[in-house]
């Protein structure tokens, strides 16, 4: 089956860099959902998306914005990286209204900044 | 005091042992719980999910609820080496949207 796509996989920046996190769901998932994980922490609630639209907001930075376009898919933006942004970054995708909002994980991004 | 708890553990059993991981949560709204497994730098994978009261079983995975004592959790049968893995339990709380919810983890070591 199908499972949760994210590119790239690994990703090495400076300090005040900026980074574009991809994420495809499963096919006719229409619910997004971006997480932060830090070393030896559980996962961290960015933001999510249902339908293009915008549907809950966590402890992301102002420094961060995301989006899902027409094909469903979702980008992350990190602008001004500080070190304290290396962390993996997991997007997960549902079915959202109509589903069990069962949340699929992608195979994470990792972000290491320098 | 985190919204769900769990022990850190490690918790350690023998091959074909019964693992039991334990989760609590704060929120009476809670409304849909999960466990996941995690291995050393993977993503989190979706073991089970359970929404009412009582056991649900998959295979070797059975998930208890009780939600009256806003407690869930997941028994490992003949349990394997390769079930050793950081297990999260995850809630999703209605005001707080579709986002869920983790706790820390347990760690679960299965001993060969």
């Known amino acids: 089956a199908a499972g949760v796509i994210q590119s790239p996989r690994h990703l090495i920046k400076e300090k005040r860099e900026t980074a574009t996190l991809k994420c495809y769901p499963i096919?006719?998932?229409?619910?997004v959902y971006w997480y932060q994980q830090g070393p030896g922490q559980d996962p961290q609630f960015l933001i999510s998306?249902?339908?293009?639209?915008?549907?809950d907001k966590g402890s992301i930075p102002d420094r961060f914005s995301a989006q899902q376009f027409s094909d469903y898919h979702s980008e992350l933006n990190m602008s001004s990286l500080e070190l304290g942004d290396s962390a993996l970054y997991f997007c997960?995708?549902?079915?959202?209204?109509?589903?069990?909002?069962?949340?699929?994980f992608g195979p994470g991004t990792r972000l290491t900044v320098t | 005091q985190k919204e769900v708890e769990q022990n850190s553990g490690p918790l350690s059993v023998p091959e074909g042992a019964i693992a039991s991981l334990n989760c609590t949560y704060s929120?009476?709204?809670?409304?849909?719980f999960f466990w996941y497994r995690q291995y050393s730098g993977k993503s989190p994978e979706l073991i089970m999910s359970?929404?009412?009261?009582g056991d649900k079983e998959d295979g070797r995975f059975t998930a208890q609820l009780n939600k009256a004592s806003q407690y869930v959790s997941l028994l490992i049968r003949d349990s394997q080496p390769s079930d050793s893995a950081t297990y999260l339990c995850?809630?999703?709380?209605?005001?707080?949207?579709?986002?869920?919810?983790f706790g820390a983890g347990t760690i679960l070591r299965v001993k060969s």
């Open positions: 995850a809630v999703k709380i209605w005001e707080y949207g579709n986002k869920l919810v």
């Open positions: 997960a995708s549902s079915l959202g209204a109509t589903g069990t909002y069962e949340q699929y």
């Open positions: 929120d009476r709204g809670s409304q849909s």
């Open positions: 359970i929404y009412s009261n």
């Open positions: 998306f249902y339908e293009k639209m915008q549907s």
């Open positions: 096919p006719r998932h229409d619910t």
